[in-house]
């Protein structure tokens, strides 16, 4: 059973950082595409950043130069490292894979970013 888990969400001010981490079970992450995806409160599910398995990212624009998305096959865990932290990043943010035709979610990790 594919499983993801996120960690790593918290209160921070603006400004500041954090690492949210994608811990997968059932699922190898290196020959797999894993997403980022966040969403605030009256907001649309959003896609943050993506990983392929040949390393190449991608990044929503309203991220780009301030978070990374990064991959440690040998834990099968997925990172994402948020710089700069704005409070319209305040969100729950999620991991996501495809997995035999299917779109598997963790349960989400909350950034709260303060003003």
């Known amino acids: 059973q594919v499983q993801l888990v996120e960690s790593g969400g918290g209160l921070v001010q603006t400004g500041g950082s954090l690492r949210l981490s994608c811990a997968g079970s059932?699922?190898?992450?290196?020959?797999?595409?894993m997403r980022w995806y966040r969403q605030a409160p009256g907001n649309q599910r959003e896609l943050v950043a993506g990983i392929t398995v040949s390393g190449a990212t991608n990044y929503a624009d309203s991220v780009k130069g301030r978070f990374t998305v990064s991959r440690d096959n040998a834990k099968n865990t997925v990172y994402l490292q948020m710089n700069s932290l704005k409070p319209e990043d305040t969100a729950v943010y999620f991991c996501?894979?495809?997995?035999?035709?299917?779109?598997?979610w963790g349960q989400g990790t909350q950034v709260t970013v303060s003003s």
């Open positions: 059932g699922i190898t992450f290196s020959i797999n595409n």
């Open positions: 996501s894979a495809l997995y035999g035709g299917a779109r598997y």
